[in-house]
């Protein structure tokens, strides 16, 4: 991998989440929720203006029941669990099918059901830090793919490369988020079908 893609990867910080210890166990009211997302995600925002979380979008989150009912104006681990879900999914999903693939989750704890939202996160975390790992191989293999098949075609030129490698990430990217759009549609569409 060149050391200029290999510093991008770097700085797109893909590992960094919210673990479960970064939660604290006591209730939090909002500003400290947004607080506790600032500090711990912001080296993921695009542009510095950007923000991680807001007030406007916890509200709508919680009118469009992506997170169980709130209690006395404070938010528990599980709800701060679904936000940093939330704020995974929402760069590939609608929040109808954020809604869709929380739902089952939601709807638990308002049935007051046992359900270990934690162990569901930690396996959550862990799969993603699997893929970030398998992230890093292929994009090394997709360089040298790109350059052999510019190779092939008598191509040369530095603008061609970039452009190759970006067409390629935003290709793959529109498959993975169509392939989890129609898994949402099969798995959790139910009777809306």
Known sequence: ??????????????????NLEDIPEIDLYM????????????????????????KTM?????????????????YSKEHLILMSLIYDLKGALSINDIKLTLDNIVKKYENNEEYDLRALYKTYLD???????????????KEENVKNLLSENNINGDFEEKFLLVGSMISMSNMYRRMGETLIDEYFMGDEK
Do not use: C, G, H, P
């Not at 500003?31 to 807001?54: G, Y």
């Not at 830090?129 to 994009?139: A, C, G």
């Open 1 to 18: 991998m060149t050391k200029d893609i290999l510093n991008i990867m770097e700085n797109l910080n893909l590992d960094k989440k919210i």
């Open 31 to 54: 500003d400290q929720v947004i607080q506790l997302f600032e500090n711990k995600l912001s080296v993921l925002k695009r542009k510095e203006e950007d923000k991680v979380l807001t």
């Open 58 to 74: 916890i509200n709508n989150y919680a009118k469009a029941k992506l997170l169980m009912s709130i209690k006395n104006k404070k």
């Open 127 to 141: 799969m993603n830090s699997q893929d970030v790992n398998e992230f890093k191989e292929y994009m090394n293999d």
